[in-house]
């Protein structure tokens, strides 16, 4: 079994930046996708960035692209999701998920992931 765990969450203005992080406890998951989604209130969940297992490719939502960056540490058993120039489109909790697949190409839709953190809150104000 695997448990994720997020931090990093925050209030920030317009234009600044957060960090995320993603704890995998349980077991190593080097040989595992990761991804962050993330859901606004009264919207279903969507697919913001992943990683492959062998971080050789990662793959963005349009809306993000070139904004935010996953990347992972699998000495350290953790995902980040580097997040700039923030917008207030951007406001919703945020989870990371996990799947131990070593498929070619990284899985975007919610479904074919196995675990799930709970969430942390990120607000973006005007």
């Known amino acids: 079994q695997v448990q994720l765990v997020e931090s990093g969450g925050g209030l920030v203005q317009a234009g600044e930046s957060l960090r995320l992080s993603c704890a995998a406890s349980?077991?190593?998951?080097?040989?595992?996708?990761m991804a962050w989604f993330r859901q606004a209130p009264g919207k279903d969940r969507e697919f913001v960035g992943g990683i492959s297992w062998s971080a050789g490719i990662t793959d963005y939502a349009d809306s993000v692209k070139g904004r935010f960056t996953v990347s992972r540490d699998d000495a350290k058993n953790t995902a980040y999701l580097q997040m700039n120039s923030l917008k207030p489109e951007d406001t919703a909790i945020y989870y990371c998920?996990?799947?131990?697949?070593?498929?070619?190409?990284?899985?975007?839709?919610?479904?074919?992931?196995?675990?799930w953190g709970q969430g942390t809150q990120v607000t973006v104000s005007s």
């Open positions: 998920a996990a799947v131990n697949d070593q498929s070619a190409s990284v899985p975007i839709y919610r479904s074919h992931y196995d675990y």
């Open positions: 349980g077991r190593p998951f080097r040989y595992g996708h």
